[in-house]
Structures are given as structure tokens and as C-alpha cells.
């Protein structure tokens, strides 16, 4: 088993002060357990700290001796510089004499772990206290008690029923699944008869142990674990905050599970335009201005919802987004699905939360090492209503969660903590090597930043997270479909979604140089072939938002009709244009709605599902009904339309 190693940076600009106390550390470690591998190092000034502190991703706390006199050295500059670069890290000051009741407050202010006295040169105590607190993050409650209780190899009795794996253990049918899962995997999936696993739906034990640590790791008030997906994460958020008819400003082309989440809580949503990239088919953020105007024209509004970063990695400049709508007293929620890695390290901080947003929603186990469907919420409300919003958390999860689901959010919080920086540090490393080869095979061209903004968010802070790759493959002689397919069949790549005439990868702290270097090997063999690029076809133009007629929740609930999408000549149904969608029609990858319950059909909206479905195979399109072979949508009658209240234009 790989042993960690943990790097405790000791800075002091007093040369024999620094060299007596790095000796004294190091000698208090000898003889003593140590399984956290500590090592002491040294820095003389507060720039050769930070550098340390950037470049070491093994550096786990710092401990700056105060000077009295601050002209010679105020660590309390160097403390506020360390916890902004990594906030994750453990911070001690090594203070001479008493401290003064102000300058407690100052240090308290600073989050700082605790205090040394020089005079005293405790070092086993000292020893001891770092080795305490290192022990105190990177304990996993949760997953600590799972393994506890699967060693004590109870008989079981109770759900679920595959009894720890007897009933595949042995078995001539499904022992080979069995084999294939592992022991561990039937022994950990246990259930809420077990009291020393605590309950998801009312943790009082482990479970909320762990979810404090998430918090404190994260940078939230309060944090809960999510087994049902961000999909459900946000619509708990909205019946939280939402009563039916409170209006919701939203992203038109926000994730499917907030529009499911507009129809569960019966909201009134003000749909914001997004920018959109046509040369590539990509959805952009909403322009500020747009959002700024929704805000100063709703205040009456409650909620706004953003996704930050988008599939493709662009993400807003939050804080004066946030701060606007907060003066207004529109709480601020954000899907932070893709970059749940943010906090860890500085190129992609601020956070939503450190943006100052009331609530976000991460995909733990996207871009962190958490099992699927794995995912938190965390909550920096000041007018937060715990109870509210544990009836519906209640509402939306399992009486039966996946424990090992749980683990694996304590396990990823505790790498994220642990070794976070240095793990995201290769992955930028690894994104800025991938980005220049690519381009260097003259054939595919990493998109920058500059390439995916659309003209109207040129000048909005808008940002890209470097861990998302967005390739044009138009001179590689290649449909996207037959570039996939030979990724996938000759050099077993698959990658993460598609346009027209894009593909994009997704590089997380599991991306290893040798992926890369396959990766590479394949781009450059299909770009030697020298194929005569050819005009790729071009799926009709993504439309904007049409007009809402009803609220999304009273054209869902209709019973409805079905329609044909195309006529008995195989074109767009004239029958269908004007009529009013009761469902979500969302073409996934990358679920966001074309269609949404309430909205009137247009026949740009046709010809775009009709095109997608046509160009683009790998495209599934939720929502879409078919008769035969026959594809249809659920439309209000005209019946149930005159029964219903219109929307004020």
C-alpha cells in the first residue's frame, strides 16, 4: 500500500530560530508512529513560502513564527495569502510572548488551527498537535464505520436480500456476477437496519459527521449528501425555496433536472437567453446584461439559477452577478455539476460559494473520485430553513440508499483535502501538454476561450476551466460519428460528447500521462492519414426560447394528445406549430430542453429536432414518443388549453 507523505512548511525569517526548530521537529518525529509520513521543511520570507506552497502539493499545513516587530515579519500576511492560494491547508502561528486579546481575534478571524510558543519549544507537543489535526481532516467517518462493520462479519437478517452475496455466492447462474463485483461489494451494500451506519434521511451519527467535514472542506454552512444525483439535488433545492407560482429566473439552457424541478414546484420561471456559439452548436453562458435586466425587471423574482461551468467549461463571474440579485433578495443557486474540483486549487477558484451563492449543486462524481449518482449540496443561506429542506430532501430520496454511494462522497471529500491540489496540479500540467500536441498534429485544433464565446459575452469575465478540451475535428476528413467510432474501435478512446464538428474530453484527477499519451498516439495516426476534409453536415441553428403559455407544472399535468413530429411526406408537421408542448423534449447528451411543458411549438423548433435526430445517431431525444416508427410529442388538447390561465406576455 502506497504511504502518504505529509510536508509541514516551517517559516521564519530568524535564520537560527528556523534552523533550531526544523531540528527540534524533526527529532520529536523519531522514534513515533508517523503514518501520515510528516516531514518538516523550512522557508526564510513569506515569498519563498508561497512558492513553496504553489509548487509542493505535499505540503499539508504551515506554521509562521511572529515576529514582534511586524516591519521584520507579520505572518498574519503570510496566513490571509496561504488560505487564499490553498484554503484546504492547516495554519499554526509560532507567536513570542502573550498575545494580546485583539490580535487573538485577528488570528481567529484568519481560521488559524492554533498556536506555538517559541519560549517553550514544545517540540513533541507541537509534533503531536499537527499530527492530531492531520488526522482530524483526513478521517473518513462514514467509510471508517462500513469497513468497521463489514469485518465484524455479522449474520444477516434484514434487507437486502442478496444476504451480503449468498444468494450469488456459489450459484451456477450468477456466480460469475459475484466474481465480477467482488465480495466487498455485497458485504458494504447494506441498509438502514444497521444503527452504527447512521441514516441519510436523519443523520445524527457518522453520516453527519461526514457531511460536516464535506462542509468545512467545501467552504458551506452545512452540506448533505446526495445518492439520487445533482438531477435531484436541484429540485430539492426548489421545493425548498419555490411555492407554485413564485417566479424563478433560470438559464433557458440549464440541465433538464431544473426544468423537471420548475414543474415539481409548480414555479413561474423567466427564461434568460443564453449565448450561443453557431459556428461550433454550443451553448454559452447568459449574458450579464441580460441577467442584470431580468433581475432590476423581476424583483419580485425569489430564485436564480445559473450553471457554472457549462458542459463545455465556461464558467460566469459570479460575485457581481450574485451580488446584484442578493440586493434585490433573490437567492442565488448554482450548478456546479462539472466543478465540484474547484476549491482545490487556485486557477479555477472563485467558487460559487466564495462568490457569495445561497446554495450549489456538485456531481461529486464527475470530476472527483465518487461513485455515479454521487453528489452534494451545500447551503451558505443565512435564512436557510433546515427543516424545510430535509421534509423535501426526505421527499426525493431512497429509503434505501447505496452505503457504498456515501463512502465513496466521505473517501472523495478526503482526497480532494489531502491530495487534491497536487492530484488537479498534474491535471493542468496534463491539459497544457494535451491542448499544445493536439494542435501540433495540423489536423485537430484545441478551441480557446476566445473560440467559444459568442460576440455578446466577449467582454463578460466569463472563464474556462482548462480540464474540459473542445476539439475541432472539420479538417480531419471525418464525420464526428466516424471519428468516435475509430477512437473507440482501434484505440479504445471514448470521449465525452459531441457536435457536429466537435468533439470534447474530460480531463479529472483520475487523467494519468499514459491516457494521454494513447490519446495522442490515436489523434496523430488519424491525422497522418491525410484525408481531404469535406463539409460536415450542419444541424439547423439550436433556437432560442419561444413563447411560454402556461406554467410548466399546468401543461404537464394535462392529459394531453400526441402528434406526429412529420407529415405523410415525411416533413415537419404543419398540424404541430402553434400547439403547446406538455413535455421536456431534451435531446441528452447534453440534456438541456428544446421544448419545455408550457411552451408554444415553433417550426424552427421542429426542424431542429427533426435535423438532430436525423444527423446526429449518438443523440438519444428524451420526450419524443414514438407510434411504430412514427415519432411524436405530447401536446395540451384544445380542450385542456382554454381551461388553462395564460401567462402574461
Excluded at 224 to 234: D, E, P, V
Excluded at 618 to 637: E, Q
Amino acid at each position: 500500500m502506497v504511504k502518504p507523505v505529509s510536508k509541514i512548511l516551517v517559516v521564519s525569517v530568524d535564520a537560527l530560530q528556523l534552523r533550531s526548530t526544523l531540528r527540534g521537529l524533526s527529532a520529536a518525529t523519531r522514534g513515533e508512529a508517523n503514518p501520515f509520513g510528516i516531514k518538516f521543511l523550512g522557508a526564510a520570507s513569506r515569498q519563498e513560502a508561497l512558492e513553496l506552497l504553489h509548487v509542493d502539493g505535499e505540503v499539508q499545513a504551515l506554521m509562521a513564527a511572529h515576529a514582534t516587530d511586524r516591519a521584520t515579519f507579520d505572518a498574519r500576511n503570510l496566513i490571509r495569502a496561504a488560505r487564499a492560494l490553498r484554503p484546504e491547508l492547516d495554519l499554526y502561528v509560532i507567536q513570542s510572548g502573550m498575545p494580546d486579546h485583539t490580535a487573538t481575534e485577528h488570528w481567529l478571524a484568519d481560521q488559524v488551527e492554533g498556536f506555538f510558543h517559541a519560549d517553550e519549544r514544545d517540540y513533541r507537543g507541537w509534533w503531536r498537535v499537527v499530527q492530531a489535526q492531520l488526522q482530524k481532516k483526513s478521517r473518513t467517518p462514514f467509510y471508517d464505520a462500513l469497513k468497521e462493520y463489514v469485518a465484524m462479519a455479522n449474520d444477516s437478517w434484514h434487507t437486502p436480500g442478496h444476504s451480503s452475496g449468498d444468494s450469488l455466492r456459489g450459484s451456477p447462474w450468477v456466480d460469475d456476477f459475484h466474481s465480477f463485483m467482488g465480495d466487498n461489494a455485497f458485504r458494504a451494500d447494506l441498509s438502514v437496519s444497521v444503527d452504527m451506519l447512521d441514516s441519510l434521511l436523519d443523520p445524527k451519527g457518522v453520516i453527519d459527521e461526514a457531511q460536516a467535514l464535506a462542509a468545512q472542506a467545501f467552504g458551506a454552512k452545512r452540506t448533505y449528501f446526495a445518492t439520487n444525483g445533482t438531477s435531484t439535488a436541484n429540485k430539492v433545492i426548489f421545493q425548498t425555496l419555490l411555492t407554485p407560482g413564485d417566479k424563478l429566473l433560470l438559464d433557458r439552457n440549464c440541465h433538464k433536472s431544473v426544468h423537471h424541478g420548475v414543474v415539481l414546484a409548480g414555479a413561474y420561471p423567466v427564461y434568460l437567453t443564453s449565448s450561443i456559439n453557431r459556428r461550433y452548436g454550443l451553448f454559452g453562458p447568459v449574458p450579464k446584461a441580460v441577467i442584470f435586466a431580468a433581475i432590476e425587471n423581476n424583483p419580485d423574482a425569489k430564485a436564480l439559477i445559473l450553471t457554472s461551468c457549462t458542459y463545455d467549461g465556461l464558467r460566469y463571474d459570479l460575485a457581481p452577478i450574485i451580488a446584484a440579485a442578493h440586493v434585490r433578495g433573490i437567492k442565488v443557486i448554482i450548478d456546479e455539476a462539472w466543478f465540484a474540483h474547484a476549491r482545490f486549487h487556485p486557477a479555477f477558484r472563485p467558487t460559487a460559494l466564495e462568490s457569495g451563492a445561497d446554495y450549489a449543486t456538485q456531481s461529486t462524481h464527475k470530476v472527483l473520485s465518487a461513485l455515479s449518482q454521487s453528489s452534494m449540496i451545500h447551503v451558505n443561506d443565512p435564512d436557510f430553513d433546515a427543516h424545510s429542506f430535509r421534509e423535501n430532501f426526505n421527499m426525493h430520496t431512497s429509503t434505501s440508499p447505496q452505503y457504498t454511494m456515501i463512502a465513496s462522497l466521505d473517501v472523495g471529500r478526503r482526497q480532494a483535502v489531502m491530495e487534491g491540489y497536487r492530484l488537479l496540479s498534474r491535471t493542468l500540467d496534463l491539459a497544457a501538454e494535451l491542448r499544445q500536441e493536439i494542435n501540433a498534429t495540423g489536423v485537430f485544433r484545441v478551441l480557446e476561450l476566445g473560440d467559444l464565446l459568442s460576440d455578446e459575452i466577449q467582454h463578460d469575465g466569463v472563464q474556462l476551466d482548462p480540464t474540459k478540451i473542445t476539439i475541432d475535428i472539420s479538417k480531419s476528413g471525418l464525420t464526428v460519428e466516424e471519428f468516435q467510432q475509430e477512437l473507440f474501435d482501434k484505440y479504445h478512446v471514448q470521449v465525452e460528447k459531441s457536435t457536429f464538428n466537435t468533439v470534447s474530453l474530460l480531463l479529472t484527477i483520475g487523467t494519468t500521462r499514459a491516457k494521454v499519451i494513447r490519446l495522442l498516439d490515436a489523434l496523430q495516426r488519424i491525422a497522418a492519414t491525410k484525408r481531404v476534409p469535406r463539409k460536415l453536415y450542419r444541424v439547423p441553428e439550436i433556437t432560442c426560447a419561444t413563447e411560454l403559455h402556461f406554467l410548466p407544472r399546468d401543461a404537464y399535468y394535462c392529459n394531453g394528445e400526441l402528434m406526429a413530429m412529420i407529415d405523410d411526406d415525411e416533413q415537419p408537421n404543419p398540424a404541430l406549430i402553434g400547439r403547446v408542448c406538455a413535455d421536456q423534449i431534451v435531446p441528452y447528451p447534453p440534456g438541456i430542453p428544446a421544448l419545455v411543458p408550457g411552451q408554444v411549438i415553433t417550426m424552427e423548433n421542429l426542424r431542429f429536432l427533426l435535423g438532430l435526430m436525423k444527423s446526429h445517431k449518438r443523440t438519444d431525444m428524451h420526450g419524443v414518443v414514438y407510434d411504430g416508427y412514427l415519432p411524436c410529442i405530447r401536446v395540451v388538447t384544445q380542450t385542456e388549453a382554454k381551461s388553462l390561465t395564460r401567462l402574461p406576455i
